[in-house]
């Protein structure tokens, strides 16, 4: 019995998500903007981009505009619709998604692992911040997938590395949330370790619940996000030949503007 209830709890919530995914468009294509946020022109211009990127690389970067992506999380609903999309060759794991919601003022990037390497979680953060963000704020939709899906592309063909001023600038608020919560705990140490058991039991609790959280952060933050879902799987495809799929996996990140 307990079996059955893990099963529904584990695979229930996956299976109506994927009732919720747009079917591909018909001719199959790179840029589906199911929102209307493009017009025809400038989504042309695009899809011949990608195309013959993908054509001359092998690699895939498809770009989704829908509506909304609730009740799911971005990340989430990003790593499915990828995966249900096989998005990327099914042996390399080499596609990229990059998924905006217009109702909600969301967008997330999901990478295949095999594209991991080059294309990281960190640089997709800052792709969203630097590029997707400003542009989308000030309505230019085009611009900002442009100018993201073309630094993509040298990304994922090793020609384009973020500045490390940018890299050093992003280490600024996790390095003083790290700090702070290294001071928390050796005070609290000291407190403990100092026999004031009424006082010290009472933030020894405060204290599992500091690494708990802790520890339920990181696993949220990973989100695309294993190809980045989440806790989920972007191997774009029906198990590829000599590949495990519950081994695959893959980054990304999501942002709001």
């Known amino acids: 019995m307990k079996g059955l209830v893990l099963f529904f709890i584990v695979v229930f919530p996956n299976f109506l998500l994927a009732q919720n995914f747009p079917e591909p468009m018909d001719p199959p294509r790179m840029v589906n903007d199911f929102a209307g946020a493009l017009?025809?022109?400038r989504a042309?211009?695009?899809e011949n981009k990608l195309r013959n990127y993908s054509d001359s690389t092998l690699n895939e970067i498809t770009v989704?505009?829908?509506g909304s992506t609730r009740p799911y999380d971005i990340s989430e609903y990003?790593?499915?619709?990828a995966d249900q999309w096989q998005i990327g060759k099914a042996s390399k794991d080499n596609g990229v998604l990059l998924l905006v919601a217009m109702d909600d003022r969301s967008v997330s990037i999901s990478i295949g692992y095999g594209l991991e390497a080059v294309i990281t979680d960190a640089d997709s953060r800052r792709l969203i911040d630097k590029y997707i963000v400003p542009n989308f704020k000030n309505g230019q939709y085009f611009r900002g997938i442009d100018?993201?899906?073309s630094i993509l592309m040298a990304m994922a063909n090793g020609e384009f590395k973020i500045d490390p001023k940018d890299q050093e600038r992003s280490?600024?608020?996790p390095f003083l949330i790290v700090v702070f919560i290294i001071w928390l705990l050796?005070?609290?140490s000291r407190v403990i370790l100092r026999g004031q058991k009424s006082?010290?039991?009472?933030h020894l609790d405060a204290l599992t619940y500091l690494w708990m959280s802790i520890g339920l952060s990181s696993r949220k933050g990973r989100g695309f996000n294993e190809f980045s879902k989440g806790t989920g799987v972007f191997c774009n495809g029906n198990n590829a030949k000599g590949s495990d799929r519950d081994n695959l996996g893959g980054g990304g990140a999501s942002g709001s503007w």
């Open 147 to 149: 100018q993201t899906t």
């Open 199 to 202: 006082y010290g039991s009472r």
């Open 171 to 173: 280490l600024g608020k």
């Open 78 to 81: 990003g790593g499915e619709l």
């Open 64 to 66: 989704v505009i829908i």
């Open 39 to 41: 017009d025809q022109q």
């Open 186 to 188: 050796w005070n609290l």
């Open 44 to 46: 042309g211009l695009l």
